[in-house]
C-alpha cells in the first residue's frame, strides 16, 4: 500500500521568507500524481500544486514550487515571500493512476507565518 | 460554478444514534469520495462511488456506509455512533475522464460531535 510520510508537524517562517515543507513517500506505481493541499483554518482544502510522476519538470504556481525527486521519492513544496494568508495545514498527498484509486494523505504540517 | 456542497456542517449525536451526511458534487463530476479527518489518525480514505456504485471502500467498519444517486450527489451514513466517530467527514467531488488530471476538490466537511 502507498504510504505519505510528512516528517514536520510544524513550521514556521516570518513574513516574506521561504520556507520548504518536506514530503517522501512510498509506492510500487511507475505513473501516478503527487499533491499539495492547503486547509486553512476555515477547513476547506483546496490544491496548491500537483505534479504528474511523468513528466520531469518541477511544478509551479505562483509563489509555490516543488521539489519531485522520483527516485528518492520525494516531493517538497517550496513557499517563497510568505504571506499571512498561507498559514494553514498543508497536506502531502498520492493518487496513482488508475481511476479507482483513493487519495492517500500526508499527516499535515501546520504552517505558521510570523508578521 | 458551485463547489463542493455539504450538508449539514455542525451536528451533534448521541452514542447509539445514526446520521446521515449528504454531499453535492460540482456540476459534471460523476466520482464522490468520502473521508473522515481527525487530530488522531489524520485523513483517511472511507469509500468511493462512481456512476452510483462503489468503486473502492477504506478500511472501516460496515457502521460507515454510503450510496450515490443518479444526479450524483452523495449520501453517507454512520449506524450505531462510538465517541470515537467524532470527526470531521469531508466530501470531495472529481471530473472522472480520459483527461483524468487526478484532483479531488473538497467542500467544507460536515462536523460530527458524538456525546
Known amino acids: 500500500a502507498q504510504t505519505v510520510t510528512q516528517s514536520q508537524p510544524e513550521m514556521s517562517v516570518q513574513e516574506a521568507e521561504t520556507v520548504t515543507l518536506s514530503c517522501t513517500y512510498d509506492?510500487?506505481?511507475?505513473?501516478?500524481?503527487l499533491f499539495w493541499y492547503k486547509q486553512p483554518p476555515s477547513r476547506q482544502m483546496i490544491l496548491v500544486i500537483r505534479q504528474e510522476a511523468y513528466k520531469q519538470q518541477n511544478a509551479t504556481e505562483n509563489r509555490f514550487s516543488v521539489n519531485f525527486q522520483k527516485a528518492a521519492k520525494s516531493f517538497s513544496l517550496k513557499i517563497s515571500d510568505s504571506q499571512l494568508g498561507d498559514a494553514a495545514m498543508y497536506f502531502c498527498a498520492y493518487r496513482g493512476h488508475s481511476r479507482n484509486t483513493p487519495l492517500v494523505f500526508g499527516k499535515g504540517t501546520r504552517l505558521s507565518v510570523i508578521a | 460554478k458551485a463547489g463542493v456542497t455539504q450538508t449539514p456542517r455542525y451536528l451533534i449525536k448521541t452514542r447509539g444514534q445514526q446520521v446521515t451526511l449528504s454531499c453535492s458534487p460540482i456540476?459534471?463530476?460523476?466520482?464522490v469520495s468520502w473521508y473522515q479527518q481527525t487530530p488522531g489518525q489524520g485523513l483517511q480514505f472511507l469509500f468511493e462511488?462512481?456512476?452510483?456504485?462503489?468503486?473502492n471502500k477504506g478500511n472501516f467498519p460496515g457502521r460507515f456506509s454510503g450510496r450515490q444517486f443518479s444526479n450524483s450527489r452523495s449520501e453517507m451514513n454512520v449506524s450505531t455512533l462510538e465517541l470515537g466517530d467524532s470527526a470531521l467527514y469531508l466530501c470531495?467531488?472529481?471530473?472522472?475522464?480520459?483527461?483524468?488530471?487526478?484532483?479531488?476538490?473538497f467542500g467544507e466537511g460536515s462536523r460530527l460531535t458524538v456525546l
Open positions: 470531495a467531488s472529481s471530473l472522472d475522464t480520459g483527461a483524468n488530471t487526478g484532483e479531488l476538490f
Open positions: 462511488y462512481f456512476s452510483e456504485t462503489q468503486r
Open positions: 509506492t510500487s506505481e511507475s505513473d501516478y500524481y
Open positions: 456540476s459534471g463530476h460523476r466520482s
